[in-house]
T-cell receptor
Framework: AQSVAQPEDQVNVAEGNPLTVKCTYSVSGNPYLFWYVQYPNRGLQFLLKYITGDNLVKGSYGFEAEFNKSQTSFHLKKPSALVSDSALYFCAVRVNTGGGNKLTFGTGTQLKVEL | DADVTQTPRNRITKTGKRIMLECSQTKGHDRMYWYRQDPGLGLRLIYYSFDVKDINKGEISDGYSVSRQAQAKFSLSLESAIPNQTALYFC??????????????FGDGTRLSIL
């Protein structure tokens, strides 16, 4: 079965410091991987995705993610965190449904950026 | 995403009542999804529809039903609500034509409380 794991329920970072939110996956075949962000009282917003190609993927709001096939990981990163980055972050993997686009989500990581 | 509208945004009701949550989209997407979000569990797929005549169960469809009234409308029903269906519900859409690596676009959710 395909799955994704986010091992940290919460990550705390000081503003200006680099941040990493971890994600590992388990899929059969080549993975399609996604990161989403959720702000309070809002739906999920797409940040970035990995389909193929360069292992370092750049996305919205200065975020990037590194795909590592040998470690089956897709960690979200940002060189310098902002207080406004505080939110709930979800990693997701596309499940092969014969041409569909069904996603399996991780349990989410709460990012708290403090002054 | 303002192009995916969910109504109502909040609902409090009693055990045994029938409830319908509605979703409409102006993105022109073929594919629509219903998820529920519970703290610590992430998002879990309830039902999905790849076009008007295609309805599929997700991982937690028991106790729920759906109707795809048109390409733009996808409603979720709880025939006889129970307290453990208290959750945050999200509708999402995705585009078929541009391939299965496309992200899903989410509404702002319906917070449902069942007493």
């Amino acid at each position: 079965a395909q799955s994704v794991a986010q091992p940290e329920d919460q990550v705390n970072v000081a503003e200006g410091n680099p941040l990493t939110v971890k994600c590992t996956y388990s899929v059969s075949g080549n993975p399609y991987l996604f990161w989403y962000v959720q702000y309070p009282n809002r739906g999920l917003q797409f940040l970035l995705k990995y389909i193929t190609g360069d292992n370092l993927v750049k996305g919205s709001y200065g975020f990037e993610a590194e795909f590592n096939k040998s470690q089956t990981s897709f960690h979200l990163k940002k060189p310098s965190a902002l207080v406004s980055d505080s939110a709930l972050y979800f990693c997701a993997v596309r499940v092969n449904t014969g041409g569909g686009n069904k996603l399996t989500f991780g349990t989410g990581t709460q990012l708290k950026v403090e002054l | 995403d303002a192009d995916v509208t969910q109504t109502p945004r909040n609902r409090i009701t009693k055990t045994g009542k029938r409830i319908m949550l509605e979703c409409s989209q102006t993105k022109g997407h073929d594919r629509m999804y219903w998820y529920r979000q519970d703290p610590g569990l992430g998002l879990r797929l309830i039902y999905y529809s790849f076009d008007v005549k295609d309805i599929n169960k997700g991982e937690i469809s028991d106790g729920y039903s759906v109707s795809r009234q048109a390409q733009a409308k996808f409603s979720l029903s709880l025939e006889s609500a129970i307290p453990n269906q208290t959750a945050l519900y999200f509708c999402a859409t995705s585009d078929r034509i541009t391939g299965s690596g496309q992200p899903q676009h989410f509404g702002d959710g319906t917070r449902l409380s069942i007493l």
